[in-house]
């Protein structure tokens, strides 16, 4: 079976995944994945409107995340040449304080293992917030991480989560605009082109 229809089955599988039943909005995973995808996006979990559309990055900190890429929403959710793959693949609920639940546990070592090597075109990967972070890199701190983005150059790029909560940790960081933007920019035209 060629990558393709290897891929095609995985994201079947994934997209009937019931392993969460006591999920509070149920199971719904949401993700897009292509063999032909150069970029992929690797973010925490869906929040409770990308959960009822099922578009990912489909709230305001997907417009966001498309600000910092200066990217269309056409280009954007290209399935062709971007793939979205969450650390959680579906709403995990909120917290008693506000705010999201963080990604379930056991969702990336269940598909990110299945679904990652079959996207064999991928350039560069976005590591979007701190428990994509995590996942891929293990236990740091994120400020450090994106201060430090050339250092995991040319196959992964930190960011923040796009959320309204990091305006003031944007405020309060002003190389994120002026470095980090910049080179995210180029490194995503480098990686599609």
Same mark, same amino acid.
């Given at each position: 079976? +060629?990558?393709?229809?290897?891929? +095609?089955?995985?994201?079947?599988?994934?997209?009937? &995944?019931?392993? &969460?039943?006591?999920?509070?909005?149920?199971?719904? @995973?949401?993700?897009? =994945?292509?063999?032909? $995808?150069?970029?992929?996006?690797?973010?925490?979990?869906?929040?409770?409107?990308?959960?009822?559309?099922?578009?990912?990055?489909?709230?305001?900190?997907?417009?966001?995340?498309?600000?910092?890429?200066?990217?269309?929403?056409?280009?954007?959710?290209?399935?062709?040449?971007?793939?979205?793959?969450?650390?959680?693949? &579906?709403?995990?609920? %909120?917290?008693? *304080?506000?705010?999201?639940?963080? @990604?379930?546990?056991?969702?990336?070592? #269940?598909?990110?293992?299945?679904?990652?090597? #079959?996207?064999?075109?991928?350039?560069?990967?976005?590591?979007?917030?701190?428990?994509?972070?995590? $996942?891929?890199?293990?236990?740091?701190?994120?400020?450090?991480?994106?201060? +430090?983005?050339? $250092?995991?150059? @040319?196959?992964?790029?930190?960011?923040?989560?796009?959320?309204? *909560?990091?305006?003031?940790?944007?405020?309060?960081?002003?190389?994120?605009?002026?470095?980090?933007? @910049?080179?995210?920019? %180029?490194? =995503?035209?480098?990686? #599609?082109?």
């Amino acid at each position: 079976m +060629d990558v393709a229809h290897s891929l +095609d089955a995985v994201a079947a599988a994934a997209r009937a &995944c019931t392993h &969460c039943t006591d999920l509070p909005l149920g199971p719904r @995973p949401v993700f897009r =994945v292509s063999a032909t $995808a150069r970029l992929l996006i690797i973010g925490q979990a869906p929040g409770t409107k990308v959960h009822e559309t099922g578009i990912p990055w489909n709230d305001p900190s997907g417009d966001r995340l498309r600000a910092w890429l200066a990217m269309t929403r056409e280009a954007f959710y290209d399935t062709a040449r971007i793939a979205i793959v969450p650390t959680g693949l &579906c709403y995990p609920g %909120r917290l008693p *304080r506000g705010g999201d639940a963080p @990604p379930r546990p056991a969702c990336a070592p #269940l598909w990110h293992p299945r679904l990652l090597p #079959l996207l064999t075109g991928v350039r560069l990967t976005l590591l979007v917030g701190g428990y994509a972070q995590d $996942a891929a890199l293990g236990p740091g701190a994120m400020t450090e991480r994106v201060r +430090d983005f050339a $250092a995991h150059l @040319p196959r992964a790029f930190p960011l923040p989560h796009p959320s309204w *909560r990091t305006i003031g940790w944007e405020r309060r960081n002003p190389w994120f605009t002026v470095e980090v933007l @910049p080179a995210l920019r %180029r490194a =995503v035209r480098a990686a #599609l082109a």
